[in-house]
Every structure is written in structure tokens, then in C-alpha cells.
Nanobody
């Protein structure tokens, strides 16, 4: 069973940076796509960034140019480098793994708080 675990959240001032990590046991070959989502207080779950098996990436317009998603294909590990953070980036960030059988696996989330 793939169980993603997120880490790296915290409190940072506007303009600062954080790097989120997502890890799980198993082989990276079993994972199709890896994505980061977030839920801000009172808002719906939002796709932040996704990275495909072939390395292709896609970003939400609100984070493009500030956030960078990457993954380690040898193992189940992914990262979200967040730069130039804004107060509106405050949310719980979740890692999602889609395996080759089209099963979704969600982490418990990590809180990111950006102060103004």
C-alpha cells in the first residue's frame, strides 16, 4: 500500500521559500503521476502542480514561475520548491500519487502559512 508522507511545511514570511517533500515506500516505477494540491481555509481543493511519468509538468496559473515540482524516478519521492511565497499561498498542501493501476493515494497534508 502506497502511503505518501508530506514534510517541509511551516511558517514563513512573504517573499520567503519553502521546499515540500513527499515520500512513500516502494519503487518509483509504480507511480504514473505525482501532484501537489492545496486547500486554503474556506476554499476548495486546488491543483497546484503535477509531474508526469515522462517528466512533463503543469502548474496552476497562480504559482507558475514561483513554484517548481520535481521527482526522483528511482524511488517514490517528489518535491515542491516554493519561492516568492505570498499570503494567499497559505493552505494545507497535499501530495497525490497516481499509480499505474489508476489508484489515487493521498497524504495527510502539511500546513504552509505565509505571513504578510
Amino acid at each position: 500500500q502506497v502511503e505518501p508522507v508530506e514534510s517541509g511545511g511551516g511558517l514563513v514570511q512573504a517573499g520567503g521559500s519553502l521546499r515540500l517533500s513527499c515520500t512513500a515506500s516502494g519503487s518509483g516505477d509504480s507511480i504514473d503521476t505525482m501532484g501537489w494540491y492545496r486547500r486554503a481555509p474556506g476554499k476548495q481543493l486546488e491543483l497546484v502542480a503535477i509531474i508526469m511519468r515522462d517528466g512533463g509538468t503543469s502548474y496552476a496559473d497562480s504559482v507558475r514561475g514561483r513554484f517548481t515540482i520535481s521527482r526522483d524516478i528511482a524511488k517514490i519521492a517528489g518535491y515542491l520548491q516554493m519561492d516568492s511565497l505570498k499570503p494567499e499561498d497559505t493552505a494545507v498542501y497535499y501530495c497525490n500519487l497516481l499509480d499505474l493501476r489508476a489508484n489515487n493515494h493521498w497524504g495527510q497534508g502539511t500546513q504552509v502559512t505565509v505571513s504578510s
